[in-house]
């Protein structure tokens, strides 16, 4: 009798193990791999958009394998013109560049606070932006690259414990909380998250929506997204990456495009963009 119920439990644990197997390929099965650590996939939106091909790209990024960069022309070349995200990634050999956040009137200053090491590019912290991008610890036991809601760590404690900081608007909070209230407006998006794995998920929708569609097809998507924030909209959302035989360029539009027509393919110049190089 011992031996029929232990070869039930057996093969109950045996088919359990299968089924989380299965899940974890499934999930993975989506992914077309650029290198070790680096992947993307091309979802089509369930939801389709008013303009454009409805696809959202995403690109999962290791950050144990890859590092990350915060280049900013008021750093680097103050007194020189913001250049594309390819421009950035061919000057600075970045394997990814993306919007590092909305910039003010000055085409210089991130509108939330962003700090690089000793450079402060915009002193301030905003007063309703929710979302901060942290990497290059101060300290070994810290991890990499962490998405951080500052409703629940104050940007005091994350600029205490990290070089590069960049606030931006919240899209989502940990864990899967979606924090963007319904409205009418509908734009291109370059957004930026991390997965429950710790991965870090650059993403971006060339076709318009709202923000609150987008967040429900992102969290519905195989990508295991945990939190993420708003980058950049419009034509000035842009996000290129070239690396392993893989190109890969996406450029915002305007939100009234699909009815006066496109407005324009070309990458915009910006100030300051989010890159990625792999680590020795």
Known sequence: MWKKAWLIKTSMIVIL????????????????QIDDGLHYCDFSAPAKSTAGDSKILVVRIDPKLYAFRLLSISELSPHSPSLTV?????????I??????????DLK?????????SHINNPRFHRTYSSALAFNPRKGDLPPVMVFDTDVKHMKEIVAEYHT????????????????????????????????????L??????????????????AL??????????????????YLRYNTI????????????????????????????GITKKN
């Open 86 to 94: 390819k421009e950035w990634a061919d000057k600075y050999k970045l």
């Open 202 to 219: 650059l993403i971006f929708s060339g076709s318009p929506y709202t923000m609150h569609e987008l967040i429900k097809i992102l969290l």
């Open 17 to 32: 193990i299968s089924v989380l197997i299965s899940d974890s390929t499934g999930q993975d099965s989506v992914w077309k």
């Open 247 to 274: 190109e890969l360029t996406r450029v915002g539009r305007h939100e009234l495009s699909s009815l006066v027509g496109e407005m324009g393919n070309e990458l915009l110049p910006i100030p300051n963009v989010i």
């Open 165 to 200: 900081v960049i606030q931006n608007l919240r899209l989502v909070k940990r864990p899967r909380s979606e924090r963007w209230a319904q409205q009418e407006k509908r734009w291109s998006e370059a957004a930026l998250g991390q997965d429950q794995d710790g991965n870090i």
């Open 109 to 117: 200053s991130n509108v939330g606070y962003m700090k690089n090491y």
């Open 222 to 239: 195989p990508i295991k997204l945990d939190c993420a924030m708003h980058l950049e909209g419009g034509p000035a959302a842009s996000f």
């Open 96 to 105: 990814a560049a993306i919007n590092a956040g909305m910039f003010q009137t």
